[in-house]
């Protein structure tokens, strides 16, 4: 913390011989009767603040060193500082909280960012999946925004009608038989994947036959799988057990269900990859 209180006095100096009272965007302080607090410009009158007994609670890496303090403002958007806040944490004299009176921090999302760059160059994770309406798709393009894996598709050498209800009937058929559609599709090195995420459709309780062609073209020991699966109202809890019982030597994870794209991120991250 002694780094912020350099970079806040400095930043204080450079206010006050300063005819402006505001940067573009960081630590600002009070002047005149508010001399000694602080507030976080968000630039373009934008400004952290939070309820009369509920503080704004924010991660900030005020000195940009890639660790980030918790802060807390008030209605008015001061920090709190040397004080227990209204909802009962204690916060120093720079305004962090601390349990123990030791400042608590986190990596900075900026930090984190760069962190997930260097994870994406090294391009472990890979996307695969199989989709006929599309929504599988729009999942799997979610996850590799979030990712920065290798995105592939899985296309079968005989496409499934345009019909749905024909494809149904096909994929009942692949279903009865136990069948392993050919795919078009190939991954190459995929040695270098430590975590392999395969998403689809769910068709009469379970994946569709072609993932158990993709899931016996590859090694899959040592890797993560990480199922995701679309559908209307049946759980992915059946599909994943045919994946467990394909890949004995992988960690095979849960795996969600996914209606939409708008819990993806919070998925992913929630997994600790």
Same mark, same amino acid.
């Given at each position: 913390?002694?780094?912020?209180?350099?970079?806040?006095?400095?930043?204080?100096?450079?206010?006050?011989?300063?005819?402006?009272?505001?940067?573009?965007?960081?630590?600002?302080?009070?002047?005149?009767?508010? *001399?000694?607090?602080?507030?976080?410009?968000?630039? *373009?009158?934008?400004?952290?603040?939070?309820?009369?007994?509920?503080?704004?609670?924010?991660?900030?890496?005020?000195?940009?060193?890639?660790?980030?303090?918790?802060?807390?403002?008030?209605?008015?958007?001061?920090?709190?500082?040397?004080?227990?806040?209204?909802?009962?944490?204690?916060?120093?004299?720079?305004?962090?909280?601390?349990?123990?009176?030791?400042?608590?921090?986190?990596?900075?999302?900026?930090?984190?960012?760069?962190?997930?760059?260097?994870?994406?160059?090294?391009?472990?994770?890979?996307?695969?999946?199989?989709?006929?309406?599309?929504?599988?798709?729009?999942?799997?393009?979610?996850?590799?925004?979030?990712?920065?894996?290798?995105?592939?598709?899985?296309?079968?050498?005989?496409?499934?009608?345009?019909?749905?209800?024909?494809?149904?009937?096909?994929?009942?058929?692949?279903?009865?038989?136990?069948?392993?559609?050919?795919?078009?599709?190939?991954?190459?090195?995929?040695?270098?994947?430590?975590?392999?995420?395969?998403?689809?459709?769910?068709?009469?309780?379970?994946?569709?036959?072609?993932?158990?062609?993709?899931?016996?073209?590859?090694?899959?020991?040592?890797?993560?799988?990480?199922?995701?699966?679309?559908?209307?109202?049946?759980?992915?809890?059946?599909?994943?057990?045919?994946?467990?019982?394909?890949?004995? *030597?992988?960690?095979?994870?849960?795996?969600?269900?996914?209606?939409?794209?708008?819990?993806?991120?919070?998925?992913?991250?929630?997994?600790?990859?």
């Amino acid at each position: 913390m002694k780094k912020v209180m350099r970079f806040m006095a400095a930043l204080f100096l450079m206010i006050s011989m300063s005819a402006t009272t505001a940067l573009a965007a960081g630590w600002v302080g009070g002047q005149g009767a508010n *001399e000694g607090r602080w507030w976080y410009d968000l630039g *373009e009158g934008q400004y952290y603040a939070g309820a009369e007994n509920a503080p704004s609670w924010q991660w900030i890496d005020g000195n940009q060193d890639g660790t980030a303090e918790c802060y807390a403002f008030d209605a008015e958007g001061w920090l709190y500082t040397d004080t227990v806040t209204p909802d009962g944490y204690q916060v120093d004299g720079n305004g962090a909280w601390t349990e123990n009176g030791i400042p608590q921090t986190k990596v900075s999302e900026t930090a984190a960012l760069q962190a997930g760059s260097q994870d994406q160059a090294a391009g472990s994770t890979l996307i695969v999946y199989f989709s006929k309406t599309g929504t599988t798709e729009q999942a799997a393009q979610r996850i590799q925004e979030v990712t920065g894996g290798t995105l592939v598709e899985l296309e079968p050498v005989n496409a499934y009608p345009s019909s749905y209800s024909e494809t149904l009937t096909v994929a009942q058929r692949e279903l009865d038989q136990d069948a392993r559609p050919a795919l078009s599709t190939t991954v190459a090195d995929m040695g270098q994947y430590d975590t392999v995420f395969i998403g689809y459709p769910i068709w009469f309780g379970t994946a569709p036959k072609v993932i158990e062609t993709f899931l016996e073209s590859y090694d899959f020991t040592g890797k993560t799988i990480v199922p995701f699966c679309t559908s209307g109202s049946s759980g992915i809890e059946s599909s994943v057990r045919v994946i467990r019982s394909h890949c004995p *030597e992988s960690n095979v994870l849960s795996g969600l269900r996914l209606n939409d794209v708008s819990g993806v991120e919070a998925w992913v991250n929630g997994l600790g990859l």
